[in-house]
């Protein structure tokens, strides 16, 4: 763990972040098989799920790990220095069961009684949930197509965030005049999966396009809003959009650390030259990079703390949810302004495969293209720093 690392609350979270670390040297053996398949195996998945790695969030009344925002931090980060596709599909994972724990039915606790559930999802409301009653039972009937479906292959219960309409199409509003937007969970049966994922990092996420067409999804099994949830909890009460944006910023660190990890073993390996470790010319960058690390890291752990500090205590400022989503950003940024220069640094060796350091950069350039951290959420945060008005609701 790398030494300026969050401090855990007790025994076993700092157990978590230890079977994360030791996790590491799997996933660094299986990251080629993991990038040409283009998904997770589903033994390493359902592996990473009886960590605990996939339900880190929730409370462990609901069988969840009750891990604190910086444990979580803490566990992705600690997993992407492994491999940035794993990391990923966990912290992916965590926020979907994180979801679905806010949810007050027996349905939805039935879902969450296995704690290695496999869950995945995407939020944006890119399906139309039209209500419907089947076997006398409400609900929705559902059809919709959703992109960046992260490890939703493996998973058993998959949700796909909708805007609500009648029977005619008309959009329903909810009580501030805006379309409602819930998240139904879907079973895996009516899912099905359309191989959009080619692309040139994160390959092993399979976060392809998955859809579903006029399925009925109970009521008792449909997401509100995530700050609506069943019991008043700190971690509830932490903003749920940042448990995203964090879940990013860690892969990127982690990624970042990684990288830096890959470049010292290289820099010292001479194989009959001089080793780049004794040039003048990687000194410098050397050290930039892991400032570059440190800093983005500093500021993300201040807000982290910060933030959680509030949660505890009662509702979380605007303020608070604005340096996060800061703190996220610019940490994301950082990262990958640390792998360019240890990339640059490895020189013609960076571009062959059989050097990690080429898919840390190609993995980190794709975690920089997330809405959740895309540099939009700096004109976000300079409004609010000026004090302009800001629509905060994804905050």
């Given at each position: 763990?790398?030494?300026?690392?969050?401090?855990?609350?007790?025994?076993?979270?700092?157990?978590?972040?230890?079977?994360?670390?030791?996790?590491?040297?799997?996933?660094?053996?299986?990251?080629?098989?993991?990038?040409?398949?283009?998904?997770?195996?589903?033994?390493?998945?359902?592996?990473?799920?009886?960590?605990?790695?996939?339900?880190?969030?929730?409370?462990?009344?609901?069988?969840?790990?009750?891990?604190?925002?910086?444990?979580?931090?803490?566990?992705?980060?600690?997993?992407?220095?492994?491999?940035?596709?794993?990391?990923?599909?966990?912290?992916?994972?965590?926020?979907?069961?994180?979801?679905?724990?806010?949810?007050?039915?027996?349905?939805?606790?039935?879902?969450?009684?296995?704690?290695?559930?496999?869950?995945?999802?995407?939020?944006?409301?890119?399906?139309?949930?039209?209500?419907?009653?089947?076997?006398?039972?409400?609900?929705?009937?559902?059809?919709?197509?959703?992109?960046?479906?992260?490890?939703?292959?493996?998973?058993?219960?998959?949700?796909?965030?909708?805007?609500?309409?009648?029977?005619?199409?008309?959009?329903?509003?909810?009580?501030?005049?805006?379309?409602?937007?819930?998240?139904?969970?879907?079973?895996?049966?009516?899912?099905?999966?359309?191989?959009?994922?080619?692309?040139?990092?994160?390959?092993?996420?399979?976060?392809?396009?998955?859809?579903?067409?006029?399925?009925?999804?109970?009521?008792?099994?449909?997401?509100?809003?995530?700050?609506?949830?069943?019991?008043?909890?700190?971690?509830?009460?932490?903003?749920?959009?940042?448990?995203?944006?964090?879940?990013?910023?860690?892969?990127?660190?982690?990624?970042?650390?990684?990288?830096?990890?890959?470049?010292?073993?290289?820099?010292?390996?001479?194989?009959?030259?001089?080793?780049?470790?004794?040039?003048?010319?990687?000194?410098?960058?050397?050290?930039?990079?892991?400032?570059?690390?440190?800093?983005?890291?500093?500021?993300?752990?201040?807000?982290?703390?910060?933030?959680?500090?509030?949660?505890?205590?009662?509702?979380?400022?605007?303020?608070?949810?604005?340096?996060?989503?800061?703190?996220?950003?610019?940490?994301?940024?950082?990262?990958?302004?640390?792998?360019?220069?240890?990339?640059?640094?490895?020189?013609?060796?960076?571009?062959?495969?059989?050097?990690?350091?080429?898919?840390?950069?190609?993995?980190?350039?794709?975690?920089?293209?997330?809405?959740?951290?895309?540099?939009?959420?700096?004109?976000?945060?300079?409004?609010?720093?000026?004090?302009q008005p800001t629509d905060v609701s994804m905050l």
């Amino acid at each position: 763990m790398p030494a300026d690392a969050f401090q855990t609350t007790s025994t076993r979270e700092d157990d978590l972040v230890a079977r994360a670390a030791r996790r590491i040297p799997l996933l660094k053996e299986r990251a080629e098989e993991v990038e040409k398949t283009r998904a997770l195996p589903q033994d390493l998945a359902e592996t990473l799920a009886r960590d605990g790695f996939y339900t880190l969030c929730h409370p462990v009344s609901q069988n969840g790990q009750g891990a604190t925002p910086a444990t979580y931090f803490n566990c992705i980060e600690t997993l992407a220095r492994g491999d940035a596709s794993p990391a990923w599909c966990a912290f992916i994972a965590t926020t979907a069961s994180y979801g679905m724990s806010t949810v007050e039915t027996e349905a939805m606790a039935r879902l969450l009684e296995r704690p290695d559930i496999i869950t995945a999802g995407v939020f944006a409301p890119m399906g139309r949930a039209v209500p419907a009653t089947e076997n006398g039972e409400a609900g929705y009937r559902v059809t919709g197509r959703w992109a960046w479906g992260s490890s939703s292959q493996n998973a058993s219960w998959i949700m796909g965030g909708c805007l609500v309409a009648d029977e005619t199409g008309a959009p329903v509003l909810n009580d501030k005049g805006k379309p409602r937007h819930i998240s139904p969970v879907y079973s895996a049966s009516d899912v099905s999966f359309i191989d959009t994922w080619t692309v040139s990092g994160l390959q092993g996420t399979g976060s392809t396009d998955f859809a579903v067409d006029n399925a009925f999804v109970p009521a008792d099994r449909v997401i509100g809003n995530f700050d609506t949830a069943r019991d008043d909890l700190a971690i509830y009460r932490f903003p749920g959009f940042s448990l995203l944006a964090l879940g990013i910023a860690a892969v990127a660190l982690g990624t970042a650390r990684g990288a830096m990890e890959d470049f010292l073993e290289l820099a010292h390996a001479g194989d009959g030259k001089s080793p780049l470790a004794t040039k003048a010319s990687s000194h410098r960058d050397a050290a930039v990079a892991e400032a570059a690390i440190r800093q983005g890291r500093a500021f993300l752990v201040e807000a982290v703390e910060a933030c959680w500090a509030e949660a505890e205590a009662g509702p979380v400022s605007i303020e608070r949810r604005r340096d996060l989503r800061l703190a996220c950003t610019a940490a994301v940024r950082s990262a990958a302004g640390a792998v360019d220069d240890l990339y640059e640094l490895c020189g013609g060796a960076s571009v062959y495969r059989r050097l990690p350091i080429q898919r840390r950069f190609r993995d980190v350039h794709v975690a920089t293209q997330h809405i959740m951290v895309r540099k939009g959420i700096y004109d976000l945060a300079g409004r609010l720093l000026l004090d302009q008005p800001t629509d905060v609701s994804m905050l």
